[in-house]
């Protein structure tokens, strides 16, 4: 049995997987402590982990993050992205790092598991491994790890392969490193030593790869290659998986046992505060052979547009292990978690997202060729409409989408973080021996 702290920031995308994570170690017989917001502490409880709050100055209400940082209204481009990456994610890592301090000092720990947004663990690689636990870090974004082969981080940019696309991807990097993301760095900088006593020893955003071990919820074939790649990367496949679930179905469920196509949208259940994917996909969508199922993600029906046509139906929440069978296409803002959930049951997929991690989702879905990246976040009902078409006609996304749905089937998912612990701390006993 090890002892084992998870870690998350308080944004419910980041906190959900983890839930998952803590109950399978629970039942591993691990002894857990989960460490987030103050509004998790009942689900934290529910997987049978111990729960630790956050401290007020690391702790804020994800449901609506323009009230909880001001200065975020209105920001787009590279100040948005300056500003969610210091305000948001390095301005509560001294909280965050006392938290863990306090935690450790509570009693005896094994190892602390971090999600990539708790930048805590980003100081936390640059403390020797003999002063602190085995540190993993939990890839329930896609893998953030630098490489010649691949674009920096956060742009969205697919790989190209040749000497010409190295040549690109080190000038983007640069680029990134010292323009977009140089204020961020410095702040990031100015915390290590003021925490740690010393600079990172790598650029912020690439910290998980200075982890002891990164465990990523994905398959190969869902990520880029990159050859060399550490043996310290292991991929597991995605944390969710479609169980039989308790979500009644809608009264207009019938409808969709016809022989019409189903297209599913969604925003998820965060960024659904407005509609700027539901409503074009359904104009789109007014006029063709299809029925359109729309989910809210938990917000009132009475908030989507008025006049939805005729073959829309809706709900707050849907049983996804019984929609997704029916599903020929799903359109989505790009959420990690969502995404994985259609390609386990082989559903191409639409996607228009460019915030937080949904641009490097995107970019993942139209370079595997199982679905089509719109690279916006506020597509026109036409645009959708062709890319919906195109997705329907041609069964060469399906069966790339059902290529990586095997793949899926077949990997471990959260169930095989406690033996892949289990096994790095034993490595590290050796060693020490």
């Given at each position: 049995?090890?002892?084992?702290?998870?870690?998350s920031?308080?944004?419910?995308?980041?906190?959900?997987?983890?839930?998952?994570?803590?109950?399978?170690?629970?039942?591993?017989?691990?002894?857990?402590?989960?460490?987030?917001?103050?509004?998790?502490?009942?689900?934290v409880?529910?997987?049978?982990?111990?729960?630790?709050?956050?401290?007020?100055?690391?702790?804020?209400?994800?449901?609506?993050?323009?009230?909880?940082?001001?200065?975020?209204?209105?920001?787009?481009?590279?100040?948005?992205?300056?500003?969610?990456?210091?305000?948001?994610?390095?301005?509560?890592?001294?909280?965050?790092?006392?938290?863990?301090?306090?935690?450790l000092?509570?009693?005896?720990?094994?190892?602390?598991?971090?999600?990539?947004?708790?930048?805590?663990?980003?100081?936390?690689t640059?403390?020797?491994?003999?002063?602190?636990?085995?540190?993993?870090?939990?890839?329930?974004?896609?893998?953030?790890?630098?490489?010649?082969?691949?674009?920096?981080?956060?742009?969205?940019?697919?790989?190209?392969?040749?000497?010409?696309?190295?040549?690109?991807?080190?000038?983007?990097?640069?680029?990134?490193?010292?323009?977009?993301?140089?204020?961020?760095?410095?702040?990031?900088?100015?915390?290590?030593?003021?925490?740690?006593?010393r600079?990172?020893?790598?650029?912020?955003?690439?910290?998980?790869?200075?982890?002891?071990?990164?465990?990523?919820?994905?398959?190969?074939?869902?990520?880029?290659?990159?050859?060399?790649?550490?043996?310290?990367?292991?991929?597991?496949?995605?944390v969710?998986?479609?169980?039989?679930?308790?979500?009644?179905?809608?009264?207009?469920?019938?409808?969709?046992?016809?022989?019409?196509?189903?297209?599913?949208?969604?925003q998820?259940?965060?960024?659904?505060?407005?509609?700027?994917?539901?409503?074009?996909?359904?104009?789109?969508?007014?006029?063709?052979?299809?029925?359109?199922?729309?989910?809210?993600?938990?917000?009132?029906?009475?908030?989507?547009?008025?006049?939805?046509?005729?073959?829309?139906?809706?709900?707050?929440?849907?049983?996804?292990?019984?929609?997704?069978p029916?599903?020929?296409?799903?359109?989505?803002?790009?959420?990690?978690?969502?995404?994985?959930?259609?390609?386990?049951?082989?559903?191409?997929?639409?996607?228009?997202?460019?915030?937080?991690?949904?641009?490097?989702?995107?970019?993942?879905?139209?370079?595997?060729?199982?679905?089509?990246?719109?690279?916006t976040?506020?597509?026109?009902?036409?645009?959708?409409?062709?890319?919906?078409?195109?997705?329907?006609?041609?069964?060469?996304?399906?069966?790339?989408?059902?290529?990586?749905?095997?793949?899926?089937?077949?990997?471990?998912?959260?169930?095989?973080?406690?033996?892949?612990?289990?096994?790095?701390?034993?490595?590290?006993?050796?060693?020490?021996?």
């Amino acid at each position: 049995m090890a002892s084992i702290l998870l870690a998350s920031t308080p944004v419910r995308g980041h906190v959900t997987p983890l839930l998952s994570i803590a109950q399978s170690l629970v039942a591993a017989g691990d002894r857990v402590r989960f460490l987030t917001g103050a509004r998790y502490r009942d689900d934290v409880r529910e997987t049978g982990a111990d729960f630790l709050p956050l401290p007020p100055d690391a702790d804020y209400d994800d449901r609506d993050i323009d009230a909880a940082f001001p200065g975020r209204r209105g920001l787009r481009g590279p100040a948005g992205v300056r500003f969610d990456m210091i305000e948001i994610f390095l301005q509560p890592v001294p909280a965050q790092l006392a938290a863990v301090r306090a935690a450790l000092a509570a009693e005896p720990t094994d190892a602390i598991l971090a999600e990539s947004m708790f930048s805590a663990g980003a100081m936390l690689t640059g403390i020797p491994r003999a002063e602190r636990p085995l540190l993993v870090n939990l890839g329930i974004v896609p893998l953030a790890v630098k490489h010649p082969d691949v674009a920096p981080f956060g742009l969205g940019i697919p790989p190209r392969p040749g000497p010409l696309g190295r040549i690109r991807n080190r000038v983007l990097t640069v680029g990134a490193e010292r323009g977009v993301f140089g204020p961020v760095q410095r702040r990031a900088n100015e915390i290590a030593r003021a925490e740690i006593g010393r600079d990172l020893p790598r650029f912020f955003l690439d910290w998980p790869i200075g982890a002891d071990l990164l465990v990523q919820f994905t398959v190969p074939g869902f990520e880029y290659p990159r050859p060399g790649l550490a043996d310290t990367v292991r991929f597991v496949g995605p944390v969710a998986r479609s169980r039989p679930s308790s979500t009644p179905v809608p009264e207009w469920w019938d409808d969709l046992s016809g022989d019409r196509p189903v297209v599913h949208v969604t925003q998820g259940t965060v960024a659904n505060s407005d509609w700027p994917l539901i409503e074009p996909t359904v104009r789109a969508l007014a006029d063709d052979d299809v029925t359109v199922v729309v989910s809210t993600g938990g917000r009132p029906l009475e908030t989507l547009p008025a006049d939805l046509p005729a073959n829309v139906r809706a709900a707050s929440f849907l049983p996804y292990d019984r929609l997704l069978p029916l599903t020929d296409l799903f359109v989505t803002n790009g959420g990690y978690g969502g995404v994985h959930y259609a390609l386990e049951h082989g559903v191409p997929v639409l996607v228009a997202g460019r915030t937080e991690d949904k641009a490097e989702v995107s970019a993942r879905v139209g370079w595997t060729g199982v679905g089509i990246d719109l690279r916006t976040s506020t597509p026109s009902p036409a645009r959708i409409a062709t890319a919906a078409r195109t997705i329907l006609a041609d069964d060469r996304y399906r069966r790339k989408a059902a290529a990586i749905g095997e793949e899926i089937r077949r990997s471990p998912g959260p169930d095989a973080v406690h033996d892949l612990v289990t096994d790095a701390l034993g490595a590290t006993a050796r060693d020490c021996a």
